[in-house]
């Protein structure tokens, strides 16, 4: 793991881990999961079933909604949310600290799924960073923002002499066959973020801001599916997010940084 400098005040509004395997029947049994909940009981005291729309399966009988059962975690403040299922773990929070807070959660929700039954290999690891940069002074024109992100995301704005309301843009990296990273980013205003889900985040009122949403994934070969251990899933999760961070820092100037409060790598 590559070690980096702290942010005081990182912009990230989410930062999201998860990762997927073959389908574990005893996972998405609520009785399965109450042992885990009994030893997190302290730091996530709420225990919440849900179910996850699917879609449509057309039967002889009818039509029929198929649903995913899961189990959440919530922490006190809900502000950080454990969800499993049969084929899932995810882990969310809006209070992102640093990078090895989450990294310890990973490893130790991991060793406990791990636990809990048999999981034949991992499918997919994917680490989110929902990033909202505001900055006061650049106010509601969306061309105050070339001194704080990169030149190479704000170009777009200067393509017409006519009043600029909005920009927003994709980009989809592939470094590896198994590994990319997209670039969600935008002057934008008002939020990027549901404020009322199961996940609480701080609401930060309808003003302008930048978004930079980096997804970095991993997803096994077509011809193999590897072992699962919380030591695999770590050091795929270290390669992203090297990756996400280099594409943060490469989104932003050194004025940026000094808004956040010192040069580093992604909410960190």
């Not at 001194?147 to 200067?158: D, G, H, Q, W």
């Not at 017409?160 to 935008?186: C, D, H, N, W």
């Amino acid at each position: 793991m590559t070690p980096t400098t702290t942010y005081p005040n990182p912009p990230v509004r989410i930062a999201a881990f998860e990762v997927r395997f073959p389908p574990v029947d005893a996972l998405a049994s609520e009785a399965a999961v109450r042992p885990l909940h009994r030893e997190l009981r302290t730091t996530f005291p709420f225990f919440e079933p849900f179910q996850v729309p699917l879609g449509l399966q057309i039967q002889p009988d009818g039509v029929v909604h198929e649903v995913a059962r899961r189990v959440r975690l919530s922490s006190r403040t809900r502000r950080t949310v454990v969800s499993i299922g049969a084929d899932i773990a995810i882990i969310e929070t809006s209070e992102y600290r640093s990078f090895e807070e989450l990294r310890a959660m990973v490893w130790d929700l991991m060793g406990r799924i791990q636990g809990l039954d048999e999981i034949l290999g991992t499918s997919r690891v994917g680490l989110r960073y929902v990033n909202e940069i505001r900055i006061p002074q650049v106010g509601d024109d969306p061309l105050g923002w070339p001194p704080y992100i990169s030149e190479a995301l704000v170009a777009p704005m200067r393509l017409s002499s006519k009043p600029l309301q909005i920009m927003q843009g994709a980009v989809v990296y592939r470094p590896e066959e198994t590994r990319g990273v997209v670039l969600r980013f935008g002057a934008l205003k008002g939020r990027s973020v549901d404020l009322g889900g199961p996940l609480r985040v701080p609401d930060l009122g309808d003003g302008p801001f930048f978004l930079l949403d980096i997804d970095s994934y991993w997803e096994n070969p077509p011809d193999e599916l590897p072992e699962f251990s919380p030591q695999g899933v770590v050091e795929v999760l270290d390669r992203l997010h090297n990756a996400a961070q280099d594409v943060f820092e490469a989104s932003i100037t050194d004025k940026a940084r000094g808004q956040f409060g010192a040069p580093g790598a992604i909410g960190r």
